[in-house]
């Protein structure tokens, strides 16, 4: 079973807004990363967040962390359409193996 | 320097076929993994590797094999491919363990088995 889930799984936005989604895990973690995959590409890392950390900024993206809740989100803003793609968390319980959730699909309609 | 790269990008197999998938990274990464991806499921770790030499289970290791025989290698076997094979297959390498050595992933195999 996969450590992380999602929500939503699917996301529609008009550019310019802000695209929020978020991560719950299972089991106690070191850090917490969020990766973006275009379709048919490969997957490409956005943000780490390390245990001990609560937020943490990169650019337009927003993460935060809450580990009595086993949780996390992402927030996008002012979202452009080249925002268009999956987003997935990964948890790294010992630093060293990743395990992924099902992702989320964010659409940015023009 | 060209990162973590994979052969083939695209294959069609038959059933009860046999293959193997090459990942080859140039960054001196101590670590590597190989994963699958299936539609609405994620990434899912088939095997990995923290050194030349090793390798262990990850949490879909039926009907796969690997080897490390070179640091910069890590190969993925299918010895007899079913059609639940059929995936998208990614490489990833990591220099070492630690927050701060993140990860690298391949583009990606596409595999088709009918």
């Known amino acids: 079973s996969q450590q992380g889930e999602e929500d939503p799984q699917a996301l529609s936005i008009q550019e310019g807004e802000n695209a929020t989604m978020n991560c719950s895990y299972k089991?106690?973690?070191?850090?917490l990363q969020w990766y973006r995959q275009n379709s048919g590409r490969g997957l490409v890392h956005l943000i780490l967040?390390?245990?001990?950390?609560r937020e943490k900024h990169s650019g337009r993206l927003r993460v935060t962390l809450d580990t009595s809740k086993k949780s996390s989100s992402l927030l996008i803003t002012a979202s452009r359409a080249a925002d268009t793609a999956s987003y997935f968390c990964?948890?790294?319980?010992?630093?060293?193996?990743?395990?992924f959730g099902a992702g989320t699909t964010v659409t940015v309609r023009a | 320097n060209a990162g973590v790269t994979q052969t083939p990008k695209f294959r069609v197999l038959k059933t009860g076929q046999s293959m193997t998938l090459l990942c080859a990274q140039d960054?001196?990464?101590?670590?590597m993994y190989w994963y699958r991806q299936d539609p609405g499921m994620g990434l899912r770790l088939i095997h990995y590797?923290?050194?030349?030499?090793?390798?262990a289970k990850g949490e879909v290791p039926d009907g796969y094999n690997v080897s490390r025989l070179k640091k910069q290698n890590f190969l993925l076997g299918l010895e007899s491919a079913a059609p639940s094979q059929t995936s998208v297959y990614f490489c990833?390498?990591?220099?070492?363990?630690?927050?701060?050595?993140?990860?690298?992933f391949g583009s990606g195999t596409r595999l088709t088995v009918v």
């Open positions: 967040i390390r245990s001990n950390e």
């Open positions: 990833a390498s990591k220099k070492q363990r630690g927050a701060g050595y993140g990860y690298t």
């Open positions: 960054m001196n990464h101590e670590y």
């Open positions: 089991t106690s973690i070191n850090n």
């Open positions: 590797s923290v050194g030349e030499g090793t390798t």
């Open positions: 990964a948890t790294d319980a010992l630093d060293y193996k990743l395990s």
